[in-house]
């Protein structure tokens, strides 16, 4: 099958960018293994500030991390447009809550929003007066907060159904496949997939945890790492959650959806079964992250979880992967950092504005593959 | 027995103790207990604790199942809106309690099956607890009186065993909600507030099944309830559903159910069984008689007894809607002919079949293999009943429909195996158990070969039918669902929320299944199902976090 691009990977990178593609009257063809999409499992937290979990646990990526900040900031601003432009998907921008239960975390708090103010971001440290004139839900040993105004959240589920259809409409060709082998030539990019051959002029990878090994063979290196991760979801209550709620500490993300239902996450771990099966709900997950949860905030402790799942997510160095690989160039890297979902829309269009020769929305040097390059 | 007294919404209800609050609400003639994100009104509908629809605020706390919550003298019992507010001035709870057990048996479910392989196990001595669900033990066939009344020889025989299995010396909990299942195994539970933990060395799963639903325009409106609810309010309770009461669908228990009400003083207006009569074939009918001459006995004293009462049997009718009428309901059956017939009452009770509660097994990673004949999983199980899991048994009509005889001699031969595994005991005496299973066996396949629980397909409903209770999915936003994103049960479920809300796509998911088998021409497998996911059942946060104080450290 030819068409003129190709895109490897229908997650949100891999549908904004087809979507941008095919807006040039492209023939775009997307090719999806249907599998373990961190997409469909996501909790929807649109983050922007430093993750404490990530510092926690890569400390090396850190500095990567600090230094991306802006582009969370400016993929933030994105969801607003795609919103506009898609329909609605519950998107709430009303800020992010990092909670501190003692001096020493609000101390790691001040350091924190010190080093994000000066990369732009609109931050501000809460005390407990403040926190319960916004947040009168939140348990008696939280001492104080630093809010991220530019954090909020969405609905996954929406969004992936709007982008659906939205690629529908446009004729972007949606393949279900698992592509095993890439090669380039001098004029074409050709996929070997399990039930077909996909060429075209250039293709886009944005296969999340297969990306790596998709282009592993073409010479380049990318550390692509799946990481299965842990979800609760509680029945509705009122709406009365307004912030994306995190920890300084601990692992933990708290939303309330549109829906009224309260969704508990934060990068807990799950069974990792390997990447073709879906990965296995750990008892010590759901019970750790659970409690933790009914910790901060005692007010939800007599709703009911109804569900609990568990996603595969994907973690490289902690910046995003853009740019056309080195020494074969008609191949375009399109993932994202970590809290992927945040960066998509920014991503998939640096990547899209590669392959179509335009401005990219901001500067894509830093997240060249070609530091992967050896 | 005490007498009671309650608010709902603030009115005063007299109840007797020991009633389920669902009970005692029906009597007063209240059926309306919870209002959808949708605006609509629901009421019971399974009456054991599965569809999530009887929800009541109790005591300001919200979503506890009226059907599994018993009345107390003064509770403040509550509408259930479907954004119930959160308490500002909740605690945590400072001192979470937890119960740390480790029997060499645990058996799951206190019906039949549970509870005859209770007493098997601890006569072997083996340490055995029991965890039920119910308020009332004895599960679907054997039901008590919540007053320990008897109403008839089947109660009567359900008491002996409860009684046997509470003096053999097995522990045995009830009003438990297990809500996670693990390797290891590890299941966990929250019981009257507080946690229990429980790591044994082996496992006998006995949840059971519950009704299969007919699902058509209306099959949520309050005063529609699966036969099996209807039962539980009377059996249990001493409350009838209704006055004037239509029981449909297809099977022995529509029967059954249909003439219990109708001697404690309903009026039954129409009892519609969806296959032909078993006149029509004389020669299932025999067989039926030659593998279960007892059983086929009893059915044909339930038909007389109907018969002598004047209550309409009608076989080759199909309910096709309900609709609400008057304070009441009208129920519009079709005919094999295509032509239709209406009733109206107040109650419109069905049963279709059963769907199996292997929710427990499929997580544990039992192997299941899909029965065509009955339209649902089986499980796969060895000559001791032990599951492809090893130390994890399996009873009753959770495997697969069996009837409650054939689940008492599975019990005991799992009892007795499991028991063994754990050191007490060599496992044998088991050949008139077998021997028993088998006749049970053929009598079951002879019998439902007399009725007819093939589902209606799906897309031969009208759009606007609910598919999935919880959501208000309906039958038309699932197909155009489908067509957008083909595939499996999952991505269904992602692109319409079908099986999303609290009662897990116990109704939806097996019908959405069957869809998809029928479009894509794939067999139905275990896979073909909504992956099976903790929590089992809904569980309190609060809850969760007792186990976790309890279990810290222990992982
Ligand atoms: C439980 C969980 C919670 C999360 N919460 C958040 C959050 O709150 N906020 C946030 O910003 N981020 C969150 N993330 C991260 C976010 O989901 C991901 O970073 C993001 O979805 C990545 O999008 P993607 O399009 O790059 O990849 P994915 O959505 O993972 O899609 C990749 C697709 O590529 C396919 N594929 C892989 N290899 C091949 C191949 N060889 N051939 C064809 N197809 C292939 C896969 O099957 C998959 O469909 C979370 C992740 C998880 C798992
Ligand atoms: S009627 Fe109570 S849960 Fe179904």
């Not at chain 2, 799992?414 to 060599?426: E, I, R, T």
Request: aromatic residues 4%; proline residues 5%.
């Amino acid at each position: 099958m030819t068409s003129d691009l190709l895109v490897i990977g229908g997650g949100i990178v891999g549908q904004i960018a087809a979507l941008e593609l095919a807006g040039t009257g492209a023939r775009v063809t997307l090719v999806d293994a249907a599998h373990n999409a961190g997409s469909t499992t996501n909790a929807g937290s649109l983050h922007v500030q430093m993750q404490s979990r990530f510092i926690r646990l890569y400390p090396e990526h850190a500095p990567n991390l600090e230094r991306a900040l802006p582009y969370y900031k400016q993929a933030a601003e994105c969801w607003d447009t795609l919103e506009a432009g898609l329909g609605p998907m519950h998107l709430v921008r009303k800020g992010g809550l990092m909670l501190a239960e003692s001096s020493g975390q609000m101390a790691f708090l001040e350091e924190k929003s010190r080093r994000e103010e000066a990369k732009g971001l609109d931050v501000a440290l809460l005390d407990r007066a403040e926190l319960d004139r916004i947040a009168p839900w939140i348990g008696p040993w939280i001492v104080g907060a630093e809010l991220c105004r530019d954090e909020g959240s969405l609905n996954p589920l929406l969004v992936n159904r709007l982008l659906a259809k939205a690629c529908a409409d446009l004729g972007v060709i949606c393949i279900s496949d698992r592509i095993d082998g890439l090669t380039v030539t001098a004029d074409r990019v050709s996929a070997r997939g399990l039930q077909g051959r996909y060429r075209a002029s250039e293709a886009v990878v944005a296969a999340a945890w297969g990306s790596g090994a998709l282009v592993r063979a073409l010479g380049v290196d990318i550390p692509t790492a799946p990481e299965p991760l842990h979800m609760n979801i509680t029945e509705a209550c009122e709406q009365k959650i307004d912030h994306l709620v995190q920890h300084a500490e601990r692992s933990l993300t708290l939303k309330q959806f549109g829906t009224g239902q309260i969704v508990i996450g934060g990068g807990w771990s799950a069974h990792d079964h390997g990447v073709d099966t879906v990965p296995g709900v750990r008892a010590g997950s759901l019970l750790g992250n659970v409690a933790l949860a009914a910790r901060l905030a005692p007010a939800i402790g007599t709703l009911r979880i109804i569900r609990t799942w568990a996603g595969m997510n994907t973690t490289a160095d902690g910046t995003s992967i853009v740019g056309r690989l080195p020494g074969a160039e008609r191949v375009i890297m399109a993932v994202p950092g970590d809290a992927g979902y945040t960066l998509a829309p920014l991503v998939a269009q640096m990547a899209a504005s590669i392959v179509l020769g335009r401005d990219p929305p901001a500067d894509p040097a830093p997240c060249s593959p070609a530091r992967f390059a050896a | 027995m005490t007498e009671i007294t309650f608010t709902f919404n603030g009115a005063g209800v007299a109840a007797s103790g020991g009633q389920s609050l669902a009970a005692a609400l029906i009597a007063a003639g209240r059926r309306e207990f919870r209002v959808t994100a949708g605006g609509k009104r629901r009421g019971v509908f399974c009456g054991i604790g599965v569809c999530q629809d009887c929800l009541v605020t109790v005591d300001g706390t919200p979503n506890r199942r009226a059907c599994m919550t018993g009345a107390v003298d003064g509770m403040a019992v509550e509408t259930q809106s479907a954004f119930p507010a959160l308490r500002s001035d909740a605690e945590v709870p400072d001192t979470p309690r937890a119960r740390v057990l480790t029997p060499d048996v645990l058996v799951i479910g206190g019906g039949a099956g549970g509870l005859s392989a209770t007493i098997a196990a601890r006569r072997a001595g083996a340490e055995v607890v029991t965890l039920d669900e119910r308020t009332v033990p004895g599960g679907q066939y054997y039901k008590q009186s919540a007053d320990g009344g008897l109403l008839d020889a089947q109660q009567a025989e359900g008491a002996t065993l409860v009684e046997d299995a509470r003096s053999s010396g097995a522990e045995i909990i009830n009003s438990v909600e297990i809500w996670g299942a693990f390797d290891g195994p590890l299941i966990l539970a929250e019981s009257e507030n507080a946690a229990l933990i429980v790591r044994p060395r082996t496992v006998i799963v006995a949840t059971g099944a519950y009704d299969r639903p007919i699902i058509v325009p209306g099959w949520t409106l309050p005063g529609v309830m699966t036969t099996g609810a209807a039962q539980t309010l009377w059996r249990s309770y001493r409350t009838l559903p209704g006055r004037r009461i239509v029981v449909c669908g297809s099977g022995p228990l529509n029967l059954q159910v249909a003439l219990e009400l109708a001697v404690g003083g309903a009026e039954i207006a129409l009892v519609a069984e969806a296959a032909p009569s078993a006149f029509r074939h004389p020669l299932r009918g025999a067989r039926c008689s030659i593998h279960g001459p007892t059983l086929a006995w009893k059915g044909l004293a339930m038909l007389c007894g109907l018969r002598w009462r004047r209550v309409p049997v009608r076989n080759g009718l199909r309910l096709a809607a309900v609709e609400q009428y008057e304070g009441g309901l009208s129920a519009t059956f079709r005919r094999t002919d295509g032509g239709t017939c209406t009733v109206r009452a107040d109650a419109v009770c069905m049963n279709a079949g059963f769907e199996p509660q292997n929710e427990i097994l499929r997580l544990l990673g039992a192997r299941m293999t899909y029965d065509p004949a009955v339209g649902h999983l089986r499980c796969e199980r060895s000559q001791t009943l032990e599951t492809s899991v090893s130390g994890i048994f399996a009873v009753g009509d959770c495997v697969g429909l069996g009837g409650a005889p054939a689940a008492c001699a599975e019990g005991r031969i799992a009892g007795l195996s499991a028991a063994a595994l754990s050191g007490h005991g060599d496992g044998r005496g088991l050949a008139s158990d077998r021997r028993a299973l088998r006749r049970h066996r053929r009598f079951q396949n002879a019998l439902w070969q007399l009725h007819d629980v093939s589902p209606t397909p799906l897309d031969s409903l009208p759009e606007d039918t609910v598919l999935c209770r919880c959501e208000e999915v309906t039958v038309g936003e699932t197909l155009a669902g489908y067509a957008v994103n083909p595939g499996h049960l999952g991505t269904l479920k992602r692109a319409t929320r079908i099986g999303m809300g609290p009662c897990q796509g116990r109704y939806c998911g097996p019908a959405a299944a069957r869809l998809i088998a029928e479009k894509t021409g794939e067999a139905l497998t275990d896979r073909s199902f909504f992956a099976p996911r903790v929590p089992v059942k809904p569980v309190t946060i609060n809850a969760v976090f007792s186990a976790e104080e309890a279990l810290r450290g222990d992982e």
